[in-house]
Structure formats: C-alpha cells, structure tokens
Nanobody, 114 residues
Framework: QVQLVESGGGLVQPGGSLRLSCVASGFIFSRYAMRWFRQAPGKKRELVAAISSGGSTEYTNSVKGRFTISRDNAKKMVYLQMNSLKPEDTAVYLC????????WGQGTQVTVSS
C-alpha cells in the first residue's frame, strides 16, 4: 500500500534551518508530483511547495527564497530544505501525493521559537 513517512522536524530558533524528508513506498515514485503542506493550530492546511515528476517546482509566496523542495527518485525521497525560519513557519508539515486518490504522511512538527 501507499505510504509516506516524514522526518526531520524539531525545535529551531528564528533564522535557523531544518531539512525535512519524506520517504515514499507503494507506488512508482518517479511518475508523480510530490507536495509539502503545513498546518498550524487553528489554521487551514496550506500548500507550501510542490515538485513535478520532471522536477519543476512551485512555492507559496511566503516561503519563496527561503525553502527549497527537491526529490531523489532512486531513493524515493522528497525533501524540504527550510532556511531563515520564522516563528510563523511553526506547523505540522505533511508530505502529500495524488495518484489519483490523495495520500498523506503522518506529519512532522516544526517549531520556530527562541
């Protein structure tokens, strides 16, 4: 079955960096776009970044220039490099794909605080 497992979250000070990872299984990873979403307490789930099967990337405006999404098809991994983190980046970050049918990982908590 399809599985997405995130890792790499944690507590970081403002201005710091984290690298999130998501390992996928159960589908032909290289054929599908992958996405990172985030959800903060009391807020709607938000698309943060996406990468197509061909490697094209898109970002929500608030993270442009600070976050970088990438993928390694051989390892079936998608990454989110997050730099210059701000307190407003605090959220649970979730890995997502649509095959069709939408699949989510369990999420990894990112907390940006001094």
């Amino acid at each position: 079955q399809v599985q997405l497992v995130e890792s790499g979250g944690g507590l970081v000070q403002p201005g710091g960096s984290l690298r999130l990872s998501c390992v996928a299984s159960g589908f032909i990873f290289s054929r599908y776009a992958m996405r990172w979403f985030r959800q903060a307490p009391g807020k709607k789930r938000e698309l943060v970044a996406a990468i197509s099967s061909g490697g094209s990337t898109e970002y929500t405006n608030s993270v442009k220039g600070r976050f970088t999404i990438s993928r390694d098809n051989a390892k079936k991994m998608v990454y989110l490099q997050m730099n210059s983190l701000k307190p407003e980046d605090t959220a649970v970050y979730l890995c997502n794909t649509y095959l069709p049918a939408t699949y989510w990982g369990q999420g990894t908590q990112v907390t940006v605080s001094s």
